[in-house]
C-alpha cells in the first residue's frame, strides 16, 4: 500500500494532536527531503516549532495505519521514498 504525501501530512497532525492535546486543526506539518538529514517534517502547533526525523514520521505512519485502516505495521515494513520529479514524498507499507 502506498501512503500519499497528503495521508502522511494527516499521520503527523494526528499523530502530534493527539501527543500534545491539542484540536487537529492547530497542527501544520511541511515534510522534506535531502540528501544529509534524509526525510524529515517540522510541526509547528500552537506558533512552536519542532522537526521531526524519519523514525518520528514512520511512528507517526504506524498510529495512522492502525488508526484508519485498521493494519498493524512495523517500522521495517514502511519506506519513505522522495519523488523528485513529481515533488511528492511517499510511504510505501507492507505488514511482516
Known amino acids: 500500500m502506498r501512503l500519499t504525501t497528503d495521508e502522511i501530512v494527516n499521520a503527523v497532525c494526528l499523530h502530534t494532536s493527539e ?3 491539542v484540536p487537529v486543526t492547530s497542527v501544520e506539518v511541511e515534510l522534506s527531503w535531502d540528501d544529509e538529514q534524509g526525510f524529515t517534517a517540522e510541526v509547528w502547533v500552537e506558533g512552536r516549532s ?47
Open 19 to 21: 501527543r500534545q492535546q
Open 50 to 96: 519542532r522537526y521531526l526525523v524519519e523514525a518520528n514520521l514512520k511512528e507517526s505512519i504506524m498510529r495512522y495505519m492502525l488508526s484508519e485502516y485498521g493494519r498493524r505495521v512495523y517500522p521495517s515494513g514502511i519506506t519513505m521514498v522522495a519523488d523528485e520529479e513529481l515533488e511528492e514524498i511517499f510511504a510505501d507499507v507492507s505488514e511482516d
